[in-house]
C-alpha cells in the first residue's frame, strides 16, 4: 500500500481505472444513439489511462487536456485506440467517439490529480485523489443505471415493429417520421384507454391521500401530544407492518376480498391501500408533531379551545410542510402500486394505470406499446417526484425528529 503513495504510480493507476470506466460509458452511450457497432478495448484503455494519467501529473493544464481529446479523436482510425469501431462507421461518427472519450478522460482525472506531485504523497493528498476518482466513479455509476434503462424505455417506445423485428438493440431514432415517432401512445389511448387508466389512477391515489391523511393526523397528533397506557409501546410498533412481506399477505387478502364481494371494485382498493400507507404516515407525522413547541397549544387551550379545534387551528396550519411531503409520499405510493391491483382488478374498465401497463405485456401486443405505457406510467409521478423532492425529503426525515 505504501507504494502506492507516490505520484508517478498513483496517478497512472488513477488513470488507468478511470479509462476503463470511460470507455464502457462511451461506447453504451453512442452504440444506444446511434445503433452503429462499438465496443471498448480494455486493454488499451488500461494502457491510454494510465499514459494520461502521467501526463496530467506533470503537466496539469488545459491545453494537456485539450491535446488528449485531439489524440483519442485519431486513435480509432488506426485502429489502437480504446474505443473499437466496427465496419461501416463514419469517419465523423469515429472521430466524435473518440473525442468523447478523450474529454470524459481528460479533463475530470485532471481534477482527481489535482495537487499531487511526481514524488511521494502524504496520506491527506493520495485518500483525496482516491475519494475524488470514487466519487466520480459512483456519480456516472448510478446515473448510468439510473438512465440508460430509462432511455431505452423511451427510446423502444418510438420504435416501430418493423425496426424492433430487424434490430432490437438499435436504439437510434428516425427522425424523419417527425409526429409518426409517437404513434404509439396515440395508440395506447385510442385503442386501450389509457385516459381511463389515468384518471382512476388518479382518482385513487388522491382518494388514499385524504384517507390516509384523516386517520393519520390524529393518530400522530395522539401518540406525539396525548398520555395513554400503551402509549411508547404503540409508537415504536407504527411500523411493524411492513416486517411482514406484502407478498405473503396476498393470499388472505385475495381470499377475503372475494367472499366479501370486494374484489374487482374501486372500492376495494380504497380499503386496502390506506393499510399500506397509514404506518408509514403516522411514524412521519408524529415524528413532526413532537417536534412543535407544546406552549402554543397550550396557550390555545388556556384561551378556551377545544382539543379538536387546537388541532384544526394551530397545529395543522405549523404542520403544513410536513403534511405536504406526507401526502407526496402516500401519492407515489398508490400510483406506483401493481400487486393489490394486479391481484384485485379483472375488469379493464377498472384497471389502474400499473395494472393496464401489465395488460401489455403480451406476446400479442407489440413490444412498443408496453414501453410507451410504461414511460405514460412513469414520466408523471418521476416530474412530480423531482419538482417537490425537498418536501419529500423534509417529510422523511421529520420522523426522525426526537421530542
Not at 393526523?217 to 409501546?233: H, I, N, T
Request: aromatic share 12%; net charge positive; charged share 10%.
Amino acid at each position: 500500500m505504501k507504494y502506492l503513495r507516490f505520484g508517478y504510480v498513483a496517478a497512472p493507476l488513477i488513470g488507468a481505472l478511470w479509462a476503463v470506466v470511460m470507455a464502457v460509458v462511451v461506447t453504451v452511450a453512442m452504440s444506444f444513439a446511434t445503433g452503429e457497432p462499438l465496443k471498448p478495448s480494455v486493454t488499451m484503455s488500461l494502457i491510454s489511462g494510465a499514459i494520461v494519467g502521467w501526463v496530467l501529473l506533470r503537466f496539469p493544464r488545459a491545453l494537456a487536456v485539450g491535446g488528449m481529446v485531439v489524440l483519442f479523436a485519431a486513435l480509432p482510425f488506426i485502429d489502437v485506440g480504446p474505443v473499437i469501431v466496427g465496419e461501416g462507421v463514419s469517419s465523423l461518427l469515429t472521430a466524435l467517439v473518440g473525442a468523447l472519450f478523450g474529454a470524459c478522460l481528460a479533463y475530470p482525472l485532471q481534477r482527481m490529480l489535482a495537487g499531487l506531485s511526481v514524488g511521494a504523497l502524504t496520506r491527506h493528498e493520495f485518500e483525496e485523489s482516491v475519494i475524488r476518482f470514487l466519487t466520480g466513479f459512483g456519480y456516472t455509476f448510478f446515473t448510468a443505471i439510473v438512465l440508460i434503462p430509462f432511455y431505452v424505455m423511451v427510446m423502444t417506445s418510438m420504435k416501430s415493429q418493423q425496426a424492433l423485428l430487424q434490430n432490437p438493440l438499435d436504439f437510434s431514432l428516425d427522425l424523419e417520421k417527425g409526429l409518426g415517432l409517437f404513434r404509439s401512445y396515440v395508440e395506447l389511448f385510442r385503442d386501450f384507454n389509457f385516459d381511463r387508466f389515468i384518471m382512476v389512477s388518479l382518482f385513487v391515489s388522491v382518494a388514499t391521500v385524504l384517507i390516509t391523511l384523516a386517520f393519520s393526523v390524529p393518530g400522530a397528533y395522539a401518540v406525539a401530544r396525548l398520555r395513554f397506557q400503551g402509549q411508547k409501546a404503540f409508537s415504536r410498533s407504527i411500523l411493524l407492518i411492513y416486517m411482514v412481506p406484502l407478498i405473503v399477505l396476498a393470499l388472505p387478502i385475495y381470499i377475503v376480498f372475494s367472499m366479501l364481494g370486494l374484489r374487482n371494485s374501486i372500492f376495494g382498493l380504497l380499503l386496502i391501500y390506506p393499510v399500506t400507507t397509514i404506518p408509514v404516515a403516522l411514524y412521519m407525522l408524529q415524528g413532526y408533531f413532537r417536534g412543535l413547541p407544546s406552549e402554543v397549544e397550550e396557550a390555545g387551550l388556556m384561551d378556551g379551545l377545544s382539543r379538536l379545534q387546537v388541532i384544526w387551528k394551530i397545529t395543522l396550519p405549523l404542520s403544513l410542510p410536513a403534511l405536504a411531503s406526507v401526502s407526496l409520499y402516500v401519492f407515489m405510493i398508490a400510483w406506483n402500486e401493481f400487486l393489490l391491483a394486479f391481484m384485485l382488478l379483472d375488469d379493464p374498465s377498472k384497471f389502474t394505470l400499473t395494472r393496464g401497463v401489465a395488460m401489455l405485456n403480451s406476446s400479442e401486443i407489440p413490444r412498443q406499446h408496453l414501453m410507451a405505457g410504461a414511460v405514460i406510467a412513469t414520466v408523471p409521478i418521476m416530474a412530480l417526484f423531482l419538482g417537490l423532492e425537498r418536501f419529500i425529503a423534509k417529510g422523511l426525515t421529520a420522523g426522525s425528529v426526537k421530542g
